[in-house]
Nanobody, 117 residues
């Protein structure tokens, strides 16, 4: 069983920055892509950013383009999400997602990001 470890959430003022990280240590499966989803109270879960493992192609939801950057370390099976110029509407629980070639996807437990004055 692959264990996902998320870190980096917290409380930050508007305009501040946070960096989220996710790791799949000891994975014996090949990764197709990793990404971040978020869910705010009363709202549906949405895909924030995703990166393809082999080619490194990244996609972002329109609301975070120019502010968020997703990156990956193929050797360590880790993905990071650098979040800059944070807004109150970015407040949500952020979930790491891993898609594999050989098995079904896995999810992290979620990390809270709160943007408030």
């Amino acid at each position: 069983q692959v264990q996902l470890v998320e870190s980096g959430g917290g409380l930050v003022q508007p305009g501040g920055s946070l960096r989220l990280s996710c790791a799949a240590p000891g994975s014996c499966f090949s990764i197709r892509a990793m990404g971040w989803y978020r869910q705010a109270p009363g709202k549906e879960r949405e895909l924030v950013a995703v990166i393809r493992w082999a080619g490194g192609n990244a996609d972002y939801v329109d609301s975070v383009k120019g502010r968020y950057t997703i990156s990956r370390d193929n050797a360590k099976n880790t993905v990071s999400l650098q979040m800059n110029s944070l807004k109150p509407e970015d407040t949500a629980v952020y979930y790491c997602n891993v898609q594999f070639l050989e098995r079904s996807e896995l999810w992290g437990q979620g990390t809270q990001v709160t943007v408030s004055s």
